[in-house]
């Protein structure tokens, strides 16, 4: 089916393309805007996003939220990962603040999350989430994916590579973004 994807994000549209196949996933039209993200959790930012996706198309929707929760931190930087050092912050930031944040003898635990929201113009939601457990490399390696992806040392796999060292269908088959899709597409394959 064809599901409008709830962000500005072009690398995000070109993801969730691949990861929700066979379904066809439609860009959001440039008139629509866009909630701000002022939710406390994952889920909540996701659903809103849909929703508004839905409601102002007149299209089923689906829209994502994600971030990364270090174990040493309480489960921070979470919601605010895209932002955790500063509204404009780049990864590279971003990534050097948590580096700096996690003690280097203590917990290394970290995971990845993210919400994936459905939303119909008739205001069904469903929700699911995928998870993706790693620990914290300390120093960064590799030169894809993007955000906290040269630390993350992702359990699923034994050779001790970061995320940036992986291909993008080898991190696709272990992420939280690609655990959250299939579960999505399962379920709209159990609705036909
Ligand atoms: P979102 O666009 O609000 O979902 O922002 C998610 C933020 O979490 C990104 O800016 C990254 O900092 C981080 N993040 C989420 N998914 C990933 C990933 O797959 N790799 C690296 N960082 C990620």
């Given at each position: 089916?064809?599901?409008?994807?709830?962000?500005?994000?072009?690398?995000?549209?070109?993801?969730?393309?691949v990861l929700m196949a066979p379904h066809r996933v439609l860009p959001l039209p440039g008139e629509v805007e866009l909630p701000p993200e002022t939710g406390h959790t994952f889920?909540?930012?996701?659903?809103?996003?849909?929703?508004?996706?839905?409601?102002?198309?007149?299209?089923?929707?689906?829209?994502?939220?994600s971030?990364?929760?270090?174990?040493?931190?309480?489960?921070?930087?979470?919601?605010?990962?895209?932002?955790?050092?500063?509204?404009?912050a780049t990864d590279e930031e971003n990534l050097a603040k948590?580096?700096?944040e996690v003690p280097d003898d203590g917990d290394r635990g970290v995971a990845y999350v993210c919400a994936l929201a459905y939303a119909e113009p008739n205001g069904q939601t469903h929700l699911v989430e995928g998870r993706c457990e790693g620990t914290l490399a300390h120093k960064p390696r590799g030169d894809g994916?993007?955000?906290?992806?040269?630390?993350?040392?992702?359990?699923?796999?034994?050779?001790?590579?970061?995320?940036?060292?992986?291909?993008?269908?080898?991190?696709?088959?272990?992420?939280?973004?690609?655990?959250?899709?299939?579960?999505?597409?399962?379920?709209?394959?159990?609705?036909?």
């Open positions: 089916m064809d599901l409008v994807l709830s962000t500005r994000n072009p690398h995000k549209l070109r993801e969730f393309n889920a909540e930012n996701a659903l809103t996003k849909a929703q508004a996706a839905a409601d102002a198309t007149g299209k089923t929707a689906i829209a994502d939220d971030g990364i929760s270090a174990a040493a931190l309480g489960g921070r930087p979470g919601v605010y990962s895209a932002r955790y050092a500063g509204e404009n948590l580096l700096d994916g993007f955000g906290y992806d040269p630390a993350f040392v992702p359990v699923d796999r034994d050779d001790g590579l970061t995320m940036s060292e992986l291909s993008q269908s080898d991190k696709d088959a272990i992420s939280h973004r690609g655990r959250a899709a299939r579960e999505l597409i399962a379920w709209l394959d159990g609705r036909r």
